[in-house]
C-alpha cells in the first residue's frame, strides 16, 4: 500500500470545486495549481538571496546568462531577450538599468555596425560570480528534504512536460 501523503492547499481547492461543481473533472487543476504554488513559494526564497547581493531575479538572470555565455560574457541584445523570454522593449529597459548599475556594457558589434553587444563588466563578473554560489547554495537547502531517487524522478517528469510545452522532441523519444 502506498504512502499517504500530507494534504496541501491545492487538495484544499481540488475538494471545494469537486463539491461545487461533481460534474466537472477538476484532476488537471492538482499539477497546474502546484506548479505555480510551488514556483511563487521557491521564488520567494530565491529572491532572498539575490537581494543579499543587491539583485533582482532578472538582474541575475540577465548577469548569470552573460556568465553561462563564457569568455568573453558577451552577447547580442536579441540572444539575450531570447534566452530570457522577454521583449526587446523590455530587454532594453533592463539593459539600460543594467548599465546604470555598472553591471554591464554596451559596446558596438564588430561583426555588424548597426547592433550592439552587451558585455559583462569586471564588476558585473564579479558579482555574478558571487551571486551564483549562494544561488546554488539556496537551491540545494530549498531541495535538502526531498529523497535523492524522488527528486531525479521529478526532474525527469518536469522535463517531459517542459517538452510539451516547449513542443520540442523529449530526449526518450
Given at each position: 500500500m502506498g504512502k499517504t501523503r500530507q494534504l496541501d492547499s491545492v487538495d484544499v481547492i481540488l475538494e471545494q470545486w469537486r463539491r461545487e461543481r461533481p460534474d466537472l473533472d477538476v484532476m488537471p487543476m492538482g499539477p497546474i495549481g502546484r506548479l505555480k504554488r510551488c514556483t511563487a513559494l521557491v521564488q520567494r526564497k530565491l529572491d532572498q538571496v539575490f537581494s543579499e547581493f543587491g539583485?533582482?531575479?532578472?538582474?541575475?538572470?540577465?548577469?548569470?546568462?552573460?556568465?553561462?555565455?563564457?569568455?568573453?560574457?558577451?552577447?547580442?541584445?536579441?540572444?539575450?531577450?531570447?534566452?530570457?523570454?522577454?521583449?526587446?522593449?523590455?530587454?532594453?529597459?533592463?539593459?539600460?538599468?543594467?548599465?546604470?548599475?555598472?553591471?554591464?556594457?554596451?559596446?558596438?558589434?564588430?561583426?555588424?555596425?548597426?547592433?550592439?553587444?552587451?558585455?559583462?563588466?569586471?564588476?558585473?563578473?564579479?558579482?555574478?560570480?558571487?551571486?551564483?554560489?549562494?544561488h546554488v547554495k539556496n537551491e540545494r537547502e530549498i531541495l535538502a528534504l526531498i529523497p535523492a531517487d524522488t527528486l531525479t524522478s521529478l526532474d525527469e517528469r518536469l522535463a517531459e512536460l517542459l517538452c510539451v510545452l516547449e513542443d520540442t522532441p523529449s530526449a526518450t523519444s
Open positions: 539583485l533582482s531575479s532578472w538582474e541575475f538572470d540577465v548577469l548569470a546568462t552573460l556568465r553561462r555565455a563564457g569568455a568573453p560574457y558577451c552577447l547580442a541584445p536579441t540572444v539575450l531577450f531570447s534566452a530570457l523570454m522577454v521583449t526587446s522593449g523590455t530587454m532594453t529597459h533592463r539593459l539600460k538599468g543594467l548599465e546604470t548599475s555598472g553591471w554591464v556594457a554596451r559596446l558596438p558589434n564588430p561583426v555588424d555596425a548597426r547592433s550592439m553587444l552587451v558585455r559583462l563588466t569586471p564588476a558585473g563578473l564579479a558579482l555574478i560570480d558571487r551571486a551564483v554560489v549562494a
